[in-house]
């Protein structure tokens, strides 16, 4: 396909999660008029967006395949941030700690020898005096991501979309899209106001993309993520310029923690044989089993040291994963007009801004121009 001006084309986003308010923002910023569809309101708190917080990664447990995406965020994670004056990622560094045996643990290394990325290498003593906020056995090691950090989550989204906004493109909160019908000619759009038409759509929907019949070729399913936040009488190991981001794992899962974004609570998650399907993204459940709360806790107790190891507020937020854990990003048409920017698996935070952008040239250009071929969403098509 053929590069298309800007002011020949007419773009819905479906969906404003990260991905969506990245498109949205790429979109407007080259003059493409732009109308962003939510069924909630930006940053809610049901989607993979809410809890404020995410891991910033760079030698990352998922392989070498995201770094290049990683890199070519960076500078739009500068964009974003000195044009809504807010600071979205801050670079703490990211510390993953477990047995040097341990699955995730051999991937990072992996991942960082094979692209040279600096990852600093500690034993489990020397780890245990240098963070005693954490707890690491004698067998476990400590690797060192210096360049990894936190993203506030909330404030991305918000920031995309108000600058989105600010560039021309119009926001539809409160609207759910509920089918999308493209042609050779373009897009049909239906929400309960009645059909839109469009030139181009870019389907970032989230949990509730396996609703769209447009999408349900494609194995979306949407898994519920619990995220807590525990107290503890002395905030200051986990809270500052000098607290990281931690990632333990263990036989069945892991636990992550985060620096304090308030000054009074530090947060963390638990993942123990991965996270549940939901059956009705609408119906989100809020709480968490008991089983899963008292793992939450043992988890919290053997990882963090100083901390009150019950919760004092658990959220319950939603994803949309694929079988293979790698997120969707191209055309489901043969004509390039419906674009699918989903299924991330609760691993794609990190490099939404280059998302967004390829996005945004899939629109304009008709090819991505970015690494993006492994997230393909025809390899489930065929």
């Not at 080259?30 to 309101?41: D, M, S, W």
């Not at 290498?121 to 690491?136: C, E, K, S």
Request: with cysteine; hydrophobic share 45%; net charge neutral.
């Amino acid at each position: 396909m053929s590069a298309q001006p800007a002011s020949s084309l007419n773009v819905a986003v479906v969906g404003a999660g990260v991905m969506g308010a990245m498109a949205a923002w790429r979109l407007a910023r080259r003059g493409v008029p732009v109308t962003l569809f939510e069924r909630h309101a930006p940053a809610h708190d049901r989607g993979a967006a809410g809890g404020d917080t995410r891991i910033f990664r760079v030698a990352c447990k998922e392989g070498a395949a995201h770094v290049p995406l990683i890199r070519a965020g960076l500078p739009l994670w500068a964009e974003l941030e000195a044009a809504s004056n807010r600071k979205l990622l801050t670079r703490t560094g990211v510390a993953s700690i477990g047995l040097p045996g341990h699955d995730s643990m051999r991937a990072t290394l992996a991942t960082a020898r094979e692209l040279g990325l600096p990852l600093e290498v500690l034993d489990g003593a020397t780890a245990a005096a240098r963070y005693p906020q954490f707890r690491v056995a004698p067998d476990e090691c400590l690797y060192l991501d210096p360049d990894g950090g936190v993203i506030r989550a909330d404030h991305t989204v918000l920031a995309a979309v108000a600058q989105a906004e600010s560039l021309g493109a119009r926001l539809r909160a409160g609207t759910a899209v509920r089918a999308l019908e493209p042609d050779a000619g373009g897009i049909t759009l239906r929400t309960d106001h009645g059909p839109e038409r469009y030139t181009h759509v870019v389907a970032a929907p989230g949990g509730w993309g396996h609703r769209l019949a447009a999408l349900s070729a494609l194995p979306l399913t949407p898994r519920r993520i619990a995220l807590s936040w525990f107290a503890a009488p002395d905030m200051t190991p986990f809270a500052g310029d000098r607290a990281l981001v931690m990632m333990r794992v263990f036989p069945d899962g892991y636990f992550n923690c985060f620096p304090s974004a308030d000054g009074a609570t530090l947060k963390g998650s638990c993942n123990a044989g991965g996270w549940p399907a939901v059956d009705d993204p609408d119906a989100l459940p809020r709480d968490l089993p008991e089983a899963e709360l008292a793992r939450l806790r043992a988890a919290a107790a053997q990882s963090l040291r100083g901390i009150y190891p019950d919760p004092v507020r658990v959220g319950i937020y939603m994803d949309a994963f694929t079988p293979d854990g790698e997120g969707l990003l191209g055309p489901l048409d043969p004509a390039g007009r419906l674009i699918v920017a989903c299924g991330f698996s609760g691993h794609g935070f990190k490099f939404a801004p280059a998302i967004g952008e390829a996005a945004a040239r899939l629109v304009l250009d008709g090819r991505a121009g970015l690494p993006v071929a492994h997230l393909d969403p025809t390899r489930y098509l065929h």
